[in-house]
């Protein structure tokens, strides 16, 4: 059974720091992404990173400050987040794609998490 569990979320000041964490079992995958869903709005990507060689991508509203790895053990992924604003405010869900590289469309992951909540309080 594949599962994917994210943990970390919480409620945080402008400027703090969290980190995300996604627990992955049951599968080996291409590629995991971290993707956000604010109130309102759409999942849009937020990062990626191709689980052989670790080599991550980002959306430009993240560049410089969150910063996505994987666990040497390669069942966990990280998202490191510095600079928090109150824009980051969304529910972060990780995602696994069983056979792109490396990829920023959410219809090339078929594995997701349930979702973690992080809140930015001004």
């Known amino acids: 059974q594949v599962q994917l569990v994210e943990s970390g979320g919480g409620l945080v000041q402008v400027g703090d720091s969290l980190r995300l964490s996604c627990a992955i079992s049951?599968?080996?995958?291409?590629?995991m992404g971290w993707f956000r869903q604010a109130p309102g709005k759409e999942r849009e990507f937020v990062a990626v990173?191709?689980?052989?060689?670790?080599?991550?991508d980002y959306t430009d509203a993240v560049k410089g400050r969150f910063a996505i790895s994987r666990s040497s053990a390669k069942d966990t992924m990280y998202l490191q987040m510095y600079s928090l604003k109150p824009e980051d405010t969304a529910v972060y869900y990780c995602?696994?794609?069983?056979?792109?590289?490396?990829?920023?469309?959410?219809?090339?992951?078929?594995?997701w998490g349930q979702g973690t909540q992080v809140t930015v309080s001004s």
């Open positions: 995602a696994g794609s069983s056979y792109s590289y490396r990829t920023r469309e959410p219809r090339r992951y078929d594995y």
């Open positions: 990173v191709a689980w052989p060689d670790g080599s991550p």
């Open positions: 049951g599968r080996s995958f291409s590629a």
